[in-house]
């Protein structure tokens, strides 16, 4: 599986961005997706992730803002950011995962290159 993030950019605080990982080579529905990012000076982190029932889940600090969705017809998943904080900028990437946990990185056997997140204030 191939995983290519867009999206990211320059955005002020209290902004929105919606990042895209389209995916070729096998289907997105057969994993499960997540995103993580990894700000300067910092481990990488779960975000979010969507299993294959549709299922979502967010770390705390993002609940409420982010949502993440995925479109089989397009074989594409999506991580809506709404409410940008300061404190989101990172790099994010996104992965695709055979099995669970869903929140641990070690899961995901696909990662993306990678999309620059940056929230001014």
């Known amino acids: 599986v191939q995983l290519q993030a867009s999206g990211g950019g320059l955005v002020q605080v209290g902004g929105s961005l919606r990042l895209a990982c389209a995916a070729s080579?096998?289907?997105?529905?057969?994993?499960?997706m997540g995103w993580f990012r990894q700000a300067p000076g910092k481990e990488r982190e779960f975000v979010s992730a969507?299993?294959?029932?549709?299922?979502?889940y967010y770390t705390d600090s993002v609940k409420g803002r982010f949502t993440i969705s995925r479109d089989n017809a397009k074989n594409t998943v999506y991580l809506q950011m709404n409410s940008l904080k300061p404190e989101d900028t990172a790099v994010y990437y996104c992965?695709?995962?055979?099995?669970?946990?869903?929140?641990?990185?070690?899961?995901?056997?696909?990662w993306g290159q990678g999309t620059q997140v940056t929230v001014s204030s």
């Open positions: 080579g096998r289907t997105l529905s057969s994993y499960i």
């Open positions: 969507i299993l294959w029932s549709g299922s979502t």
């Open positions: 992965a695709a995962a055979r099995g669970a946990p869903y929140y641990y990185s070690a899961s995901y056997d696909y």
